[in-house]
Every structure is written in structure tokens, then in C-alpha cells.
């Protein structure tokens, strides 16, 4: 009966959090071990523009392979490290890594920047900018291939030394990006002072397009609000022709998603740029009306 499902429902439930719970103790206690025992790895996606028709960056992103567990999404472990105290050292970690990465690749003849998620918590402890200037003289990347993003979450908080930070990291010569635009709630009146280059649009908001004109309109207005404010857009998550499409005609030149390529190791990279068909993008966006 459908109360007996019930029941087994919530019973199910239950145990489920119980497992979660217990799988978050875990993770938590094998953590530091991960950063010092090398269970870390990096990959890395492709992010193409529709008017260049080529690879201009990647991102790197942090997997964690646990030697019992598999493989952990950063989604899991980034929250735990940021509760644990660990995110500076573990985000020293990504910056070395994919710095030195970079700079072979680089080095190799390909001109690409490299996207790097920093935790709100590393601005916060002060010692972000001094990380980011000893990663870049370690492994000589030039400043202006490091894009650093940063999370809505420093929307939420006003205060004014994050903001300085993030100003400094620009006269360092890095880009900085506002990663997940519009997964949370930004105020818009903040955003204007935001010291950044880029806004990566959510890929919330790219799910549906091609299908939901009223998702494709917000998705305009993103578009052209990162246009009015000098910013260029990047739209996260996009999966299909018909997305990219779509962002196309709405004026996105900077697409990053399944469809432009998965995060690969780096070692792969190098033959996913090389071999990048330009023909998944839409066709170069319209010139935007002169106002
Ligand atoms: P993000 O920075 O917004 O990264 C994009 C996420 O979307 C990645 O998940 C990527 O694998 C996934 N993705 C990319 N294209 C597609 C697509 O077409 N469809 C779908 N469904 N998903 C796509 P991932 O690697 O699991 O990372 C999740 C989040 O964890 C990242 O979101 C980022 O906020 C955080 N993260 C990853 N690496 C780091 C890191 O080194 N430091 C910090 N602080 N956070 C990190
Ligand atoms: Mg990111
Ligand atoms: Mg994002
Ligand atoms: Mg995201």
C-alpha cells in the first residue's frame, strides 16, 4: 500500500543519512592524508570562443582519489576542507600543480590561460595573493594565462578587504572570473564594483535553453548585463549543439561544457586542443547594436 511505501520511505531515508554522515566522518578524517599522501590529481576542460574558433583556456579541477572510496568529487571534499581548516593547504597544492602544468603546456607553443577555483576562505585567511605570486614565480607562467575564480560567495560578504584582494590579484595581472553567476542570490549593485573580468554564467541557467524561450531571454539579459559592465561571458555546462546554438545567437562568445570537450588529464591536453573541431560552435556572434 501506499503507506506502507511510505513508511519503507522514510526508513529508507533515514539509513541514507546515517551512510552520509558516516561517509563525511570518513572523508573528513582521511583528508589530510589525501593532500600529503598525493591522492589528489588534477584535470583539466577546454573553454572555446565561437569568434577565435579555437581552445582559449582550460580550468583545472581537483579529483581526489581515495584509496577505498574511488574517486570523490570536489563538490564532496571542498566543503569539508574549507570546515577542517585544510583549504589553504589544498589550494596551495592546486595552484602549484596547475601552474607547473601549465607552464609546460604553455611552454609547448600552446597560448592558453589557465582557470583556477580559489575558496572564499583563502581570500579570507589573507594569504591568497601571496600564494598566487609564489605559484607563478615558481612554475614562470606570465601572469595575465592565470584567470583566478571565485565563488558568489564573496558577493555575500562586504567585506571591503576581499574586495582589495581581488583588486590586487588584477594588478598582479591576473584575470579574475565570478564562477557560478547566478546560483546563488547576487546583488546586482555589488557586482558593479566586483574588480572582475569575467562572469561564468551557471550552467543552470544553460539547461533548457533551446527548448524554454523565457530561460533563453534571462539567459540574454546575463549576457548583455556582462556587456554593460565590461565583463566577457563565459556559459558553463553546455552539453549540446543546440545550447551552443542558442548562446550563439544571444551574443556568448565563450563556451565551456561537454560539448567543447570533458576535463582530461594533462597529459591528454595537448591532442584535445590540437584536435579541437570548431564545428560544435555556433557560427561568430552578431556585432551588438551600437546604443
Ligand atoms: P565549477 O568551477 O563551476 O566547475 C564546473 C563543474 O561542472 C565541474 O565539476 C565540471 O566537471 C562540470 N561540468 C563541466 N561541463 C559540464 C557539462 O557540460 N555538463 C555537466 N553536467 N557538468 C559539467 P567538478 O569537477 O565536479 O567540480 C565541481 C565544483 O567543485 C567546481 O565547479 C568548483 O566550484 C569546485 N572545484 C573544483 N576544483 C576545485 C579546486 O581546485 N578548488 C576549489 N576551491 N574548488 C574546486
Ligand atoms: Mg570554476
Ligand atoms: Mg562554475
Ligand atoms: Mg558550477
Not at 179 to 195: I, N, T, V
Request: with cysteine; charged share 25%; aromatic share 4%.
Amino acid at each position: 500500500t501506499v503507506k506502507a511505501q511510505g513508511k519503507n520511505g522514510v526508513r529508507a531515508s533515514g539509513e541514507a543519512l546515517v551512510a552520509e554522515s558516516a561517509r563525511r566522518s570518513r572523508l573528513a578524517r582521511d583528508l589530510p592524508t589525501a593532500i600529503t599522501g598525493g591522492q589528489l590529481r588534477l584535470v583539466f576542460q577546454p573553454v572555446a570562443g565561437t569568434a577565435e574558433r579555437r581552445v582559449l583556456g582550460v580550468e583545472a579541477l581537483v579529483r581526489w582519489d581515495h584509496p577505498e572510496l574511488g574517486v570523490v568529487s570536489p563538490e564532496e571534499f571542498i566543503g569539508l576542507a574549507e570546515e577542517d581548516g585544510l583549504i589553504v593547504p589544498l589550494q596551495r597544492w592546486v595552484l602549484e600543480q596547475a601552474t607547473t602544468a601549465h607552464a609546460r603546456l604553455v611552454a609547448c607553443g600552446r597560448d592558453l590561460k589557465l582557470g583556477v577555483n580559489m575558496s572564499v576562505r583563502h581570500l579570507q585567511a589573507r594569504c591568497l595573493v601571496a600564494d598566487v605570486t609564489r605559484a607563478l614565480q615558481r612554475s614562470g607562467l606570465p601572469p595575465r594565462m592565470l584567470m583566478i575564480e571565485v565563488t558568489e560567495s564573496v558577493l555575500m560578504d562586504d567585506d571591503e578587504r576581499l574586495l582589495a584582494e581581488l583588486a590586487e590579484l588584477s594588478a598582479l595581472g591576473c584575470i579574475v572570473s565570478l564562477d557560478d553567476f547566478g546560483k546563488g542570490w547576487s546583488s546586482l549593485a555589488y557586482l558593479a564594483r566586483l574588480p572582475v573580468q569575467v562572469l561564468k554564467m551557471d550552467r543552470g541557467f544553460v539547461s533548457g535553453i533551446e527548448t524554454d524561450p523565457r530561460g533563453a531571454a534571462l539567459v540574454g539579459s546575463v549576457i548583455d548585463l556582462g556587456r554593460t559592465l565590461g565583463m566577457d561571458v563565459v556559459a558553463e555546462g553546455v552539453e549540446t549543439r543546440e545550447q551552443a546554438e542558442v548562446l550563439g545567437r544571444l551574443g556568448c562568445r565563450f563556451l565551456q561544457g561537454w560539448l567543447v570537450g570533458r576535463p582530461v588529464a594533462a597529459a591528454d591536453l595537448p591532442a584535445v586542443v590540437d584536435g579541437f573541431d570548431p564545428a560544435v560552435l555556433p557560427g561568430p556572434a552578431p556585432v551588438p547594436l551600437a546604443v
